[in-house]
């Protein structure tokens, strides 16, 4: 079993600029592209085909290939987290206060 912890910050951004109406999208877009990473590194780290992967992660073949080239548009977060707790990982979101933020 693997454990995965998916800090949320908007420190993550590169480059800034972002109205504030930009960032949930891009927080949303950073969470999955570092959920994909994790993905692809099982894949990886357990030698697992495609098709394999697909099986233990409840999905098709080609979902698999869309994590693995890195299209995270193709996924909502619950789908990403699902694949993984099939694949034997718990998934720890963590959000963290964004000192910018001010209300």
Do not use: N
Not at 1 to 29: F, I, N, R, W
Not at 37 to 59: C, E, F, N, P, Y
Request: charge should be positive; hydrophobic fraction near 40%; charged fraction near 25%.
């Amino acid at each position: 079993m693997c454990q995965v912890s998916v800090p949320t910050t908007v420190e993550a951004y590169p480059g800034g600029g972002m109205t504030p109406l930009d960032e949930p999208q891009a927080e949303k877009t950073v969470i999955k592209k570092r959920l994909v990473s994790l993905i692809h590194g099982i894949i990886r780290d357990k030698g697992l085909t495609q098709g394999r992967a697909a099986m233990l992660m409840g999905v098709s073949q080609p979902r698999i290939s869309d994590a693995v080239c890195g299209k995270v548009e193709k996924f909502t977060i619950d789908a990403l987290v699902e694949m993984l707790t099939r694949a034997g990982c718990r998934v720890e979101i963590m959000p963290c206060r964004d000192d910018r933020v001010r209300g």
